[in-house]
């Protein structure tokens, strides 16, 4: 194998359960001090999986794509409460 292929695969392996983290814990919280920290884990996620986009097989950039989706979700509810001003 192929060291890039193989850091993409450890890349993905490692953001599936900071996936479910988020999925189970800091979806829709409305509580400011969890908003936050789920933002943290969500940019943690995101830059963990940015380096398989463009070094990574194709499909694990497609499933790079769906793992993308939660951090990205909970970003913007960080975001959204922050401009609410909390």
Known sequence: MKIDYKDSLVRLIIAVPLNILLLECFIEQNREELAFLGGAFATV?????????WRGARWQIGLATLLAAVPARVLFQTLKLWLRGY
């Open 45 to 53: 996620t995101l830059v963990l999986i940015a380096k398989v986009f």
